[in-house]
């Protein structure tokens, strides 16, 4: 019980004070952020408008959609009401009865700014239309239709494209709040849980990790962001998974993973971020996306498992408790995987024996010195 509250209070009042920094989010987002840029690099980003408009947050979408239609009417507006003034339309010059406008009933700038309205989005009221009087009105008319065509096609494509985004699918995949390590078929394992939200499965979904820590080189060289690959897999692998139900993920701590030489005293005090990804494709949409997070040494639980999640109904059917999704259950795990291999070759030895030349029997013969 001392043991509970201990690090309840450790990790509530003391938790918050030691702030590691992370790479991706619990979320998925990478925390990083690029300086000194050069100017021609910053142009590239415009020459591949159609990517740098759907990365853009939603609030600079939206700012660019409403201006980008408001700057097309008013600019249109006022050519419209350009051609008007030159060709002495407007009732200031107290045109004659007789008098043919290029335009029909715009009698200054709020009219001429409706017309381009009207005109752009295609509504045709009919009280305000083009004469052949003017081939410059005629000219502006066309212009402006295919560039209203242009600027309704771009928009209304990239807000289709930003709402049907995988990233939008990815968000339904969850990862466990932490990660556990156990014994798991006799081996100690790191253990991670992830479920899809969806009845609709990830098509060839691939499970994989990255490990980023500081190294020094022998040159001397200091490697900030060191990557070292972690294997993930399942029972059945860790590729073309049945992910309809929750998928718990496991990594073997081998003498080839960099948590072989870690300890359950050592664990909170080592410096890492352990980054797990899930890629697949949508089987909706056939596009591809990737899930990730991020877990560092204080979200990684020594000694624990992850409680039951999936039951059977009297039904028949299997139902999936998500209140145990990150429940984890203390469980009797070695304090680190060299003592787990020791003591699994202590008990091969001890199966095994082992003859020992040099030892030979004697036989020692009786006597019954006893007198009577």
């Known amino acids: ?183 798991r078929g006799g081996k100690l394992c790191l253990l991670i849980r992830v479920a899809n939200l969806r009845k609709s499965l990830l098509i060839g979904s691939h499970i994989y990790g990255k490990l980023l820590r500081t190294t020094v080189t022998p040159e001397g060289e200091t490697i900030i962001l060191d990557q070292i690959n972690i294997n993930f897999v399942v029972d059945a692998g860790n590729e073309n998974l049945f992910f309809i139900s929750p998928l718990t993920i496991y990594h073997v701590i081998d003498q080839n993973s960099p948590f072989f030489n870690m300890a359950a005293e050592t664990l909170p005090q080592q410096d890492f971020e352990l980054v797990v990804f899930l890629d697949g494709t949508v089987e909706s949409t056939s596009a591809t996306c990737q899930v990730r997070t991020s877990y560092v040494p204080e979200e990684v639980l020594w000694g624990y498992r992850f409680a039951p999640i999936v039951s059977k109904t009297k039904e028949g059917k299997y139902r999936v408790d998500f209140h145990n999704f990150s429940k984890t259950v203390e469980v009797e795990t070695p304090h680190c995987a060299l003592c787990l291999y020791n003591e699994k070759d202590a008990r091969a030895r001890i199966k095994r024996g082992y003859d020992n030349p040099n030892f030979s029997l004697s036989e020692v013969s009786e006597t019954d010195d006893t007198k009577m």
Not at 58 to 81: D, E, P, Q
Not at 148 to 174: D, E, Q, W, Y
Request: aromatic share 16%; with cysteine; net charge positive.
């Open 1 to 183: 019980m001392f043991k509970h509250l201990r690090k309840w209070f450790v990790t509530h009042f003391f938790g918050h004070s030691r702030q590691r920094a992370r790479l991706v989010s619990k979320d998925g987002r990478c925390n990083i952020e690029f300086g000194n840029v050069e100017a021609q690099s910053r142009f590239i980003f415009f020459v591949d408008i159609w990517t740098t408009v759907l990365d853009l947050k939603w609030r600079y979408k939206m700012t660019i959609f409403i201006s980008a239609f408001l700057g097309s009417w008013f600019f249109f507006g006022l050519l419209w009401y350009a051609v008007a003034y030159i060709h002495k339309d407007l009732p200031e010059f107290h045109p004659s009865v007789n008098h043919t406008p290029c335009v029909e009933n715009i009698n200054g700038l709020t009219s001429a700014f409706l017309f381009s309205l009207e005109t752009q989005v295609t509504i045709g009221y009919g009280f305000r239309c083009v004469t052949e009087q003017c081939g410059t009105a005629i000219f502006l008319l066309i212009f402006q239709s295919i560039l209203g065509v242009i600027i309704n096609s771009f928009m209304c494509g990239a807000i289709l494209a930003k709402i049907s985004r995988p990233k939008k699918r990815a968000k339904t995949i969850t990862f466990s709040k932490n990660a556990v390590i156990s014994k």
